[in-house]
């Protein structure tokens, strides 16, 4: 994807329903600093931080590491 914005909404849907908390993250009308806010909150309440979220390229990935790269910022 060459749209940054674009890349970044598609990494936030996909993040929101591994969290399985879609309609929590985005309910309402939102902006990404709510949304980032909701999604970091889902994220720290379950301690799954650390804990591997999917993979990219061929290694593993946990939920911070795939915060902090559609986020740009540490969780």
């Known amino acids: 994807m060459s749209d940054p914005a674009l890349a970044r909404d598609v990494g936030e849907m996909w993040l ?3 969290l399985g908390d ?6 309402g009308v939102t902006d990404i600093a709510t949304r980032k806010a909701r999604m970091r909150e889902a994220i720290q309440s379950r301690g799954l931080a650390e804990a591997i979220c999917g993979k990219r390229d061929g290694k593993v990935e946990t939920f911070s590491e795939t915060y902090r790269r559609i986020y740009g910022e540490a969780l």
């Open 16 to 18: 929101a329903r591994r």
């Open 22 to 27: 879609f309609g929590a993250v985005f309910s």
